[in-house]
């Protein structure tokens, strides 16, 4: 029913930045909360951030100041602008995205299938 696509992913230098990309695709109906959770090896999953529909924004603390998180709803596309990066911050990243779908009234949550980010020297 919904796809979400992501793109940005790869091998970056300390410090260095990157951005991620995740476009949502299908029958839907409007698109609520947007984010990314990560998972690095041996850690559980965890948010990094989220963008409500209106605009509103949160960010894990060991990102905060570092990450930034947007939207473009005419292109159901949410963006995750990460500087300073860290090797800490090597992990998998995950878009989600709640979405009504055209037919059903239930929202429900979709996941991206993951991009690799590494940050190393």
């Known amino acids: 029913q919904v796809q979400l696509v992501e793109s940005g992913g790869g091998l970056v230098e300390p410090g260095g930045s990157l951005r991620l990309s995740c476009a949502a695709s299908?029958?839907?109906?409007?698109?609520?909360?947007m984010g990314w959770y990560r998972q690095a090896p041996a850690k559980q999953r965890e948010l990094v951030a989220g963008?409500?529909?209106?605009?509103?924004?949160n960010y894990a603390n060991s990102v905060k100041g570092r990450f930034t998180i947007s939207r473009d709803n005419a292109k159901n596309t949410v963006y995750l602008e990460m500087n300073s990066l860290k090797p800490e911050d090597t992990a998998v990243y995950y878009c989600?995205?709640?979405?009504?779908?055209?037919?059903?009234?239930?929202?429900?949550?979709?996941w991206g299938q993951g991009t690799q980010v590494t940050v190393s020297s």
């Open positions: 299908g029958s839907i109906r409007a698109i609520y909360t």
């Open positions: 989600i995205a709640d979405v009504r779908g055209m037919i059903t009234t239930e929202r429900a949550r979709y």
């Open positions: 963008v409500t529909s209106g605009g509103n924004t």
